[in-house]
């Protein structure tokens, strides 16, 4: 039997690998390489964040057209800031170089809270040390509030957290909500009272915007509040995905103030509450701040129904919509403003008023 050296037994498909297999022991040799100089390479730290502006939605574009809630805003500290996409958020996030963010979160609950939080967990940026400043439109009750003013909030309520049932159907005149065991925790926020004070300390003397429809409209209604020029003020926001009208629920909404023990109702909303439980879990409640103007009355005058409120002919709108989103921003540049210019102070907690 003939002898073949040992060298001629390997066989063809083992030498045709042999150059496949140094090539994969070379891939991983520099893959290795790679994973350790990746691992000694330091990556950009965070872009700390100062202050974050929130607003809800805006018409069209962000400048040069009919304003909506974030225009102000983008035109007074993004105009030249690059968009940046944010993974899960409903709209690009704006950074200055003066550490003041925002972007346009969404309207109701869910839009606006899963925008934030993806925003927050976006590790390109640093919210350890952020004021939140939580800004839209909203509504007011007449014997309160009129149009065109602006309110920071005392306290934040959930409107929606509870049982309710129609007024048919239980004792008349009776309150028609009840809370739910289970939501403590979440269904009111009280907000950092030296931070609220410090925010209207700074801003309570703002010179408002009013236009002539919207003091006409106000004459329509008997209280002293609603015919007011606009003011700064004070008070509970209440959020809820409903967009409710009518003295009867307007009502209501004061009564879950007082059963929760917040101060009395004064605007209401769609998403702070929302929001603020997002940041909560992240960062807490200790420097975040809602901003709302009022564009309409939660209920209609003495001479109209609810429904003819809600549907108005045309003509009969309260006018004031573009002077409001003007002075939401008038009022809460003021104190984005102050943070920015004295940092050194706000960073560490809300400074002491002067």
């Known amino acids: 039997m003939a002898v073949f050296p040992r060298t ?17 022991l070379t891939t991983l040799a520099l893959t290795t390489a790679g994973s350790a100089l990746a691992e000694t390479t330091p990556t950009a730290p965070p872009i700390p964040v100062k202050v974050f502006v929130a607003s809800m939605f805006e018409i069209g574009d962000n400048s040069g057209d009919r304003a909506g809630e974030f225009q102000h805003w983008y035109e007074r500290y993004f105009a030249n800031a690059d968009p940046v996409a944010v993974r899960g958020a409903a709209h690009d996030l704006y950074c200055n170089d003066s550490g003041v963010c925002g972007s346009v979160l969404g309207m109701g609950k869910v839009a606006s809270s899963s925008s934030m939080q993806a925003i927050l967990l976006d590790p390109r940026y640093d919210f350890s040390d952020a004021y939140f400043v939580l800004s839209g439109v909203a509504g007011t009750p ?5 149009i065109g003013m602006v309110s920071w909030a005392t306290w934040l ?13 239980g004792e008349p005149g009776e309150p028609v909500f009840m809370p739910r065991s289970g939501y403590e925790d979440i269904r009111v ?11 209207m300390a700074l801003s309570d003397d703002t010179a408002l915007e009013d236009s002539e429809s919207a003091r006409q409209y106000r004459l329509r209604y008997p209280d002293e509040a609603a015919r007011r020029a606009p003011f700064v003020a004070t008070g509970t926001h209440m959020t809820g995905d409903t967009f409710f009208h009518g003295p009867g629920l307007s009502r209501q909404a004061q009564y879950m103030t007082e059963l929760y023990g917040a101060d009395d109702y004064l605007i209401t909303e769609m998403e702070a509450a929302a929001i603020t439980q997002v940041i909560d879990r992240l960062h807490g409640t200790e420097r975040i701040l809602s901003l709302r103007g009022a564009v309409n009355f939660d209920q209609g005058n003495p001479d109209e129904t609810t429904l003819q409120h809600l549907d108005p002919a045309p003509g009969e709108t309260a006018g004031g919509f573009a002077e409001t989103v ?19 102070q706000w960073q560490q907690g809300v400074p002491t008023s002067e």
């Open 8 to 24: 001629l037994l390997v066989r063809p498909a083992a030498l045709a690998c042999a150059p496949l297999a140094r090539g994969l």
């Open 142 to 146: 007449p014997s309160k509030g009129t």
């Open 157 to 169: 309520v959930d409107y929606d957290l509870g049982h309710r049932w129609a007024a048919e159907e």
């Open 189 to 199: 926020y009280p907000l950092n009272p030296s931070l609220v004070k410090r925010a």
């Open 326 to 344: 003007a002075n939401i921003e008038l009022v809460g540049s003021r104190v984005v403003d102050d943070m920015v210019d004295h940092w050194d």
